[in-house]
């Protein structure tokens, strides 16, 4: 049991890999869109939207409703959202930090 709970694990990290996929997201953040309105608002082609967004489906992280022709998108689990704004505080303190030593480097070398 635990050794599948680490592979569903990684599986669903995989999908994490693209930022796109990241940025999608966070649009559907608070909101349903659909597939058109999400290509516009990514700034990509329908066509590799629609990809991310199967994948997504796949992986349970969005749900679907149609309604006539279009299709529309919405979080499965808004608990995924606070697992990403858990790691977005992580990676903003890390370009803090990072930004304080090379400002701190800067002072050294004009000293």
Do not use: W
């Not at 049991?1 to 966070?26: D, W």
């Not at 919405?74 to 990676?91: Q, Y």
């Amino acid at each position: 049991m635990e050794q599948r709970l680490y592979e569903m694990h990684a599986g669903m990290c995989k999908v994490f890999t693209s930022p796109k996929r990241l940025e999608i997201l966070n649009l559907l953040r608070n909101k349903e869109l659909s597939v058109g309105q999400l290509a516009k608002l990514a700034g990509i082609r329908q066509a590799n939207i629609s990809q991310h967004l199967s994948l997504l489906r796949e992986k349970g992280i969005v749900k679907t409703r149609r309604s006539g022709v279009s299709i529309y998108y919405s979080l499965a689990n808004p608990k995924i959202i606070k697992a990403f704004d858990i790691i977005r505080e992580m990676l903003l303190e890390r370009l803090a930090q990072t930004e304080k030593l090379s400002q701190d480097m800067l002072k050294i070398k004009k000293a």
